[in-house]
């Protein structure tokens, strides 16, 4: 699940959404995965095999293993148009698996756009609102404290961490 988490390090590494899908993104941020290789089926995620343009007529399907809910997760994301309803709406369509799918669209589009578009007819229906709001607020503060604490130690010792 590599490249998924590197959406949550957009906020601090300020990569656009074009940047975080390029089908080069891997290589040239292998430094971010301790040079570990990726496993080659998300090595083929990672490549850009969810980029078809035709989504469930082009072979994305969310179904049966992991691998496959995160590339439809990524389809998802790549095409919809800047939108999380659209996204989610997208995951849903495929059929399949589609909580998974539209569960790690979530996180992906959440982590990326932010909560406020998120729809609002949708957030006023969360359980435990206001629980998760406080749980997203000290996860953005303890990312801005590590971010600042990488920046310190990058501007004393002037390497950047691996």
């Known amino acids: 699940m590599e490249h998924f988490e590197l959406s949550i390090l957009h906020h601090s590494h300020k990569e656009s959404k074009e940047q975080l899908l390029s089908n080069s993104f891997y290589e040239e941020h292998k430094n971010w995965f301790q040079d570990q290789d990726l496993h080659p089926d998300i090595l083929h995620i990672a490549q850009g095999s969810y980029k078809q343009t035709r989504g469930y007529e082009g072979g994305i399907r969310g179904k049966g293993y992991i691998v496959k809910a995160l590339e439809a997760a990524l389809w998802a994301f790549w095409s919809n148009n800047d939108s999380f309803e659209t996204g989610v709406l997208a995951a849903i369509q495929l059929g399949s698996d589609t909580d998974t799918t539209a569960a790690i669209y ?18 006023r229906q969360l359980d435990a609102h206001d629980l998760l709001v406080s749980i997203s607020h000290w996860l953005h503060f303890l990312g801005s404290q590590a971010s600042t604490d990488e920046q310190q130690s990058q501007h004393i010792t002037g390497e950047k961490r691996k």
């Open 106 to 123: 979530g996180q992906l589009a959440g982590a990326f756009y932010g909560y406020d578009k998120i729809p609002q007819k949708w957030r």
